[in-house]
């Protein structure tokens, strides 16, 4: 089996945290055999939908643009 994911180790990427755009290194990608999360850590980690490759993606996604089938 081979599971494709959207960023790598070592991507930075953007979601929010505390209520703020925030963006992380990935250290860790873990699949619980349903979806993927990205993290610094596997104890700190976010799901792949909720991941942007760009602050203005986030941002996007965050206003609600485009998101209505989510």
Do not use: H
Request: proline letters at 1%.
């Amino acid at each position: 089996m081979q599971i494709k994911t959207k960023f790598a180790v070592g991507d930075t990427v953007w979601t929010i945290r505390d209520c703020k755009a925030a963006p992380f290194e990935i250290g860790c990608i873990v699949f619980d055999g349903t979806s993927v999360y990205y993290g610094e850590t596997r104890f700190d980690t976010v799901i792949e939908s909720q991941c942007f490759a760009t602050k203005e993606g986030l941002l996007k996604y965050a206003a609600g643009d485009g998101n209505e089938n989510l």
